[in-house]
């Protein structure tokens, strides 16, 4: 093969005469652009450690004291009360040195401990600063005196120009909320699900548990939460999302969508070239870590940034018991899967990065290549799609040595991973509703076979030009892949773009090898494996029942007119969608993010709760006037928005609970209580994809060029889980999931309801669309 003998850098005979080497100087130069292009990143590393290590201080601070203690040296004023002397006393080699030498090195000395103990004192006061939450309850728009001088020091102490992990260190930790805090909110969560008997059965419980068993495993937490920076993140990697041993397609990973109305190029190469040229822009601001902090919308309280430190070169392996995350530091190729063949696309040459013209040849060369998969080949990722425990030990038994081996780390440790999929999707044929649901599939799982479900995430280019991504769950939660989804659409359309004809802009070197072909070895055995995970896959997938659907009617700006939080409007409609659909409440659980604190992750927000059943009932009673409902949906929205609020400030119910839960485990102590909470079923699993960067966005002028979201899959065999996203001011989309087989729910039944619900809700308050 031809990039087999351009990777040669040198040969060599042997001969009577003596042994001849014969030297490859154009791959001696690739071997040293290499090493050029690797350490020219490590010493990046470096650096941005440090600058981040010594934040909110900057190294140029360090000058600054420098150079005021040697001038006060200079002018015999000693600023050290008397410290510089002492140290120049146990100075090493003071007698190699004069004295003035001696004197400078023991002011810079002491200007550097100074100035450790200066940023230190700082990062304390931001954190303690961070800590606080008054602002999140005020009224919008009133901003009490307190919160003003608090927003006025956190501006003083939170440095100049930040790097993506600046804010890291100087954010507070996760608190833990007392046993007492959890039973009673945990009691009033579920009031409106249970009878009296039912209710006053688990009241007794909760009693039973807080002062006897809780206080013990309370003890446990709360020395975790000092000694580690978060007390849940770890924890719930490992058992929510490692541990699983079910497939985790659809079940745990997650996808997001295109650009809903328009398809920048109908030609797939190009689409995939512009699309990977994007996101290796985005790893190269991340490496640097030249990405904005996050920051709470509208303020400047930053947010947790550790999740970003895993986007790529990331796979989940499948283990015996436990899967464990694999990240390397850095990865110089991309694994590409097209019809069911699998190639190793390198993503440099000469010290550089391919340009998008030179990636869309390479993935024209995959596409018009006629070589068929090698038996066992075409079905080999449906591994990943099924359960775990057969995908471990055959990894163990058929990859652990030879071809097999090199292939599935040439996948393993890519970049990340790209599927050439051989099917069109989006708005298309006679009917674009039912259109957008296979899209939604096509997206969650595929053929089963087709995408690397392990991977931290998958990008999917579609045989149309239209494109997704599949996400796996455990190394981070979706907005940071909608982050970076965000980055790429916007990248490609507004700044790559494309030429007329729709290939990708700009020139490209003929000299670029082409992708390698991966080898496989797969026994008899191995394949009949291959094909009961294919078989497990297919039937979960086929039992999926998807309607994702755009609502037009209105959107932010007019819910915002009813002085109403947006999230917590759609809520309460969800609510009201689910009664009418099944003529009962649920358990229902909405994603919030805990990132205001160091690796936080996510905590639940109950969105049932007693204010939205009432008003749900007032809705169904023909008896209540519109004056009366109006009146119980305020109260409503304000309670959905203080559970919020709480869980977003670590007092939520169910993380505390679950580490309650681990902590009895380990102590080998059962909890009536604890085991009857986490068996309790979500019926409804609901969260809101944020738009994280709608300046990268013209709303105005391009209304269509955004994405409309992601979704996800039921939580619950009986439940619906929705997925929404609130674009712009006037456009709402919603992915409805749920299980065929269940006789109690139909998606597209579900969002029937949910759109009669909003219009019901916006009819309160005597509005219409425009």
Not at 542 to 549: E, G
Not at 713 to 722: A, L
Request: proline share 6%.
């Amino acid at each position: 093969m031809a990039e087999a003998h351009q990777a040669v850098a040198f040969q060599f005979t042997v001969s009577p005469e003596g042994i001849n080497v014969h030297l490859s100087h154009v791959a001696l130069k690739q071997v040293y652009l290499s090493g050029l292009h690797s350490w020219k990143k490590r010493l990046g590393r470096l650096r941005n450690s440090f600058v981040t290590g010594v934040y909110p201080a900057s190294p140029a601070s360090w000058v600054f004291v420098a150079g005021t203690i040697l001038l006060a040296q200079f002018w015999r004023l000693d600023p050290s009360m008397g410290l510089i002397g002492k140290i120049q006393e146990h100075l090493p080699g003071r007698g190699y040195l004069s004295e003035p030498t001696q004197a400078a090195l023991c002011a810079l000395a002491f200007a550097t401990v100074l100035w450790l103990a200066l940023i230190l004192t700082m990062r304390s006061i931001l954190k303690l600063l961070l800590s606080y939450h008054g602002w999140m309850y005020e009224a919008h728009g009133k901003m009490s005196h307190t919160t003003k001088v608090w927003l006025a020091l956190v501006k003083i102490f939170a440095g100049r120009k930040p790097m993506l992990y600046s804010y890291q260190a100087c954010l507070p930790r996760l608190p833990v909320p007392t046993i007492h805090d959890t039973m009673q909110r945990y009691l009033e969560s579920v009031r409106p699900l249970l009878s009296d008997l039912q209710f006053q059965r688990m009241a007794a419980l909760a009693r039973d548990f807080e002062h006897s068993l809780g206080p013990r495993l309370q003890w446990y937490l709360k020395l975790k939460s000092w000694w580690a920076s978060n007390y849940v993140s770890d924890w719930w990697e490992e058992y929510v999302y490692l541990r699983g041993r079910g497939p985790i397609m659809v079940n745990s990973n997650y996808y997001a969508m295109d650009f809903l109305y328009v398809t920048p190029t109908p030609i797939p190469a190009a689409r995939a070239g512009n699309a990977v040229y994007a996101i290796l822009l985005y790893r190269r601001l991340l490496s640097q870590e030249q990405i904005k902090p996050l920051m709470v919308p509208g303020t400047l309280i930053p947010l947790c940034t550790a999740q970003w430190d895993r986007v790529f070169n990331t796979t989940r392996l499948p283990g015996e018991g436990q899967d464990c995350i694999q990240h390397v530091s850095d990865s110089k190729h991309i694994a590409v899967l097209h019809a069911g063949r699998f190639y190793r696309l390198r993503l440099y040459h000469s010290g550089r990065l391919l340009r998008p013209r030179e990636l869309q040849a390479q993935f024209q060369h995959i596409l018009d290549d006629p070589t068929p998969p090698v038996p066992g080949e075409e079905h080999l990722a449906a591994l990943t799609a099924g359960d775990r425990e057969p995908w471990a030990r055959a990894r163990r038994t058929y990859f652990g040595s030879g071809k097999n081996q090199q292939s599935l780390e040439a996948v393993e440790r890519a970049a990340f991973f790209v599927t050439l999929d051989t099917t069109e999707q989006g708005l298309t044929g006679p009917d674009p509703g039912r259109a957008l649901d296979r899209y939604a599939k096509a997206l969650l799982h595929g053929q089963c076979h087709d995408r690397w479900f392990d991977k931290s995430f998958t990008l999917i280019i579609f045989q149309n030009g239209k494109l997704g991504v599949n996400a796996e769950h455990s190394w981070a939660d979706a907005p940071i892949v909608g982050h970076l989804f965000e980055y790429m659409l916007a990248t490609d359309a507004f700044q790559l773009g494309y030429d007329v004809n729709g290939h990708c802009k700009g020139e490209m070197d003929p000299d670029i090898p082409p992708p390698q072909k991966l080898q496989w070895e797969i026994p008899e055995e191995c394949q009949q494996v291959i094909q009961g995970s294919l078989r497990v896959a297919q039937a979960l997938a086929d039992d999926i029942d998807f309607h994702t659907f755009p609502f037009k009617q209105f959107g932010k700006g007019l819910i915002k007119k009813c002085h109403t939080s947006p999230d917590a409007f759609i809520q309460i409609a969800i609510q009201l969608a689910h009664y009418r659909d099944k003529g009962k409440f649920c358990l229902t659980y909405e994603a919030s993010m805990t990132r205001l604190f160091r690796e936080g992750r996510t905590e639940t927000v109950r969105s049932c709760s007693i204010e939205s059943c009432n008003f749900v009932r007032a809705m169904m009673d023909p008896a209540q006037n519109p004056q009366q409902r109006l009146a119980l949906f305020r109260v409503a929205t304000e309670k959905h928005q203080a559970l919020y609020r709480r869980a977003m400030t670590g007092a939520g119910i169910d993380r505390h609970l679950f580490c309650l839960y681990v902590v009895s485990k380990y102590l080998g102590v059962d909890s009536p209580f604890l085991k009857e909470v986490l068996a309790e079923p979500w019926g409804l699993s609901t969260s809101q994809t944020p738009v994280q960067q709608i300046e990268l966005f013209d709303l105005k002028n391009h209304p269509d060029y955004i994405s409309c979201g992601g979704g996800f899959g039921p939580v619950d065999d009986n439940g619906y889980g929705v997925s929404y996203i609130i674009i712009g001011e006037d456009l709402l989309t919603f992915h409805v999931s749920c299980k065929i087989s269940s006789p109690q729910t139909d998606a597209h039944r579900f969002g029937a309801h949910i759109r009669s619900a909003l219009l019901d809700l916006l009819a309160l308050f005597s509005l219409g669309p425009k």
